[in-house]
């Protein structure tokens, strides 16, 4: 199982960036997808969750309205669409798998993702 994001880097506030999340290795669309935060000295924060087939998602108060998490099954790729970026956006943003194959119900608690990327970061700053 690998899981590569990319599609950081600096943006100044009120910009817009798109994170990818390349899958390999897995049944990418057996499951569901999470992407989730750390800010500089601070803990994980999830922020969005899709379902398998990419009809159903949530998203943190934190980043609604602002952010978009989407999938395409048939690349093995999710995303994150982040508009109306602020400093405190600033962050190492990850992609991360459910632990459970064929899921129904998603999972806030980022002890339930089995699989992380790397990390991709992203800097908002004028």
């Known amino acids: 199982v690998q899981l590569v994001e990319s599609g950081g880097g600096l943006v100044q506030p009120g910009g817009s960036l798109r994170l990818s999340c390349a899958a390999s290795?897995?049944?990418?669309?057996?499951?569901?997808m999470y992407w989730v935060r750390q800010a500089p000295g601070k803990g994980l924060e999830w922020i969005s969750s899709?379902?398998?087939?990419?009809?159903?998602?949530y998203h943190a108060d934190s980043v609604k309205d602002r952010f978009t998490i989407s999938r395409d099954n048939a690349k093995n790729t999710l995303y994150l669409e982040m508009s109306s970026l602020k400093p405190d956006d600033t962050a190492l943003y990850y992609c991360?798998?459910?632990?459970?194959?064929?899921?129904?119900?998603?999972?806030?608690?980022?002890?339930?993702?089995?699989?992380w990327g790397q990390g991709t970061q992203v800097t908002v700053s004028s």
């Open positions: 991360a798998r459910d632990k459970n194959f064929e899921g129904f119900f998603p999972s806030t608690n980022t002890a339930d993702y089995d699989y």
């Open positions: 290795g897995f049944t990418f669309s057996s499951y569901w």
């Open positions: 899709i379902n398998r087939g990419g009809g159903v998602t």
